[in-house]
């Protein structure tokens, strides 16, 4: 079982930038999708990005031409790069592996611990 673990999260202003890391503890290459929630106090965790094995993305409307999600299957690595960044940006952001088992015919879920991103004056 891959381990997550998330870095970069921290306090911002708004219009500022931020970018987090999510390092594995084994090769990603064969994961089938990475990607990139996040849980604001009182909501619902969210889909913010995701990378596929291909390296297709797709982005929440909401960040789509500020956040740039990416993987470095050399560094079992993925990136979230984050600029103009706004308050409703605020948020517990969590690192996510899905892997196919074929054996389970389901996709097998590991997220990491989460690192907090507050954009605030």
């Known amino acids: 079982q891959v381990q997550l673990v998330e870095s970069g999260g921290g306090l911002v202003q708004p219009g500022g930038s931020l970018r987090l890391s999510c390092v594995a503890s084994r090769s990603i290459f064969s994961i089938n999708y990475m990607g990139w929630y996040r849980q604001a106090p009182g909501k619902q965790r969210e889909l913010v990005a995701a990378?596929?094995?291909?390296?297709?993305?797709n982005y929440a409307d909401s960040v789509k031409g500020r956040f740039t999600i990416s993987r470095d299957n050399a560094k079992n690595t993925v990136y979230l790069q984050m600029i103009s960044l706004k308050p409703e940006d605020t948020a517990v952001y969590y690192c996510?592996?899905?892997?196919?088992?074929?054996?389970?015919?389901?996709?097998?879920?590991?997220w990491g611990q989460g690192t907090l991103v507050t954009v605030s004056s």
């Open positions: 996510n592996a899905k892997t196919w088992s074929a054996l389970e015919g389901r996709y097998l879920e590991v």
């Open positions: 990378v596929s094995k291909g390296g297709s993305t």
